[in-house]
């Protein structure tokens, strides 16, 4: 690949962004399948409608730039849908696996942020308003979905892996049963030394 020219760097942005739709679609599927909670699989959902449609969203703006957009595979967000693979056959609590869900997409997402910010800044550097204006409404969209993420993890996910993590603590002993904190250091009573 050679890039002279920001017009030709906008070209293979687009292009893996357009890699990175597709492949957040089919992503979106497997995992919306693979959820345990309902608002998890909700906001799974609704982030695939939303690709769908920021991937035609991408067409239009490669029509109005006279750009093609296909051929290309982004590496980075293969790599993070392999790991997603291996998140969907870890044995174990399902609301933990949720979380883990909620992380791999979390991070799928920034990166989607991270590429359509660039792909605007040099829409706009180049004289496209138009296209800087689609990849505008993507970006909003994408900053949304992490929003969203956040929310359902914290209102129905978190909350139930809590209440896992406090039955088990219950059953456990402390770490320093008899410790105590003096002027800010703890002081262990088994070796009598300062641990910070």
């Known amino acids: ?18 890699s990175t739709e597709s492949q957040v679609i089919k992503g979106l599927r497997r995992l919306i399948r693979s959820a345990a909670a309902e608002p998890l699989r909700q ?4 982030h695939l409608l939303e690709s769908r449609g920021q991937s035609d969203r991408l067409r239009r703006v490669g029509k109005l730039l006279g750009m093609r957009l296909t051929g290309k595979k982004c590496k980075g967000v293969d790599g ?28 799928v997402v ?6 359509y910010g660039t792909a605007r800044e040099l829409a706009e550097h180049l004289g496209y308003p138009e296209a800087a204006e689609l990849l505008r409404q993507t970006l909003n969209e994408e900053y949304a979905a992490d929003r969203k993420l956040t929310s359902v993890a914290r209102e129905a996910i978190y909350p139930a892996v809590g209440a896992i993590a ?6 456990r002993e402390e770490p320093f049963p008899q410790a105590e ?13 300062a641990m910070g």
Not at 1 to 18: I, V
Not at 43 to 46: D, M
Not at 166 to 171: F, I, Q, V
Request: no cysteine; glycine share 10%.
């Open 43 to 46: 906001a799974f959902e609704s």
């Open 110 to 115: 920034y990166y989607e942020i991270s590429a």
């Open 1 to 18: 690949m050679k890039l002279n020219t920001l017009h030709e760097l906008l070209n293979e942005q687009l292009r893996e962004l357009f």
């Open 181 to 193: 904190r003096e002027e800010g250091v703890l002081v262990g009573a088994a070796d009598g030394g």
């Open 166 to 171: 406090a039955r088990e603590e219950r059953g």
């Open 80 to 107: 993070l849908f392999r790991e997603g693979k291996e998140v969907l056959k870890v044995k174990g609590d399902p609301a933990v696996r949720d979380a883990a869900l909620v992380a791999l997409v979390q991070r």
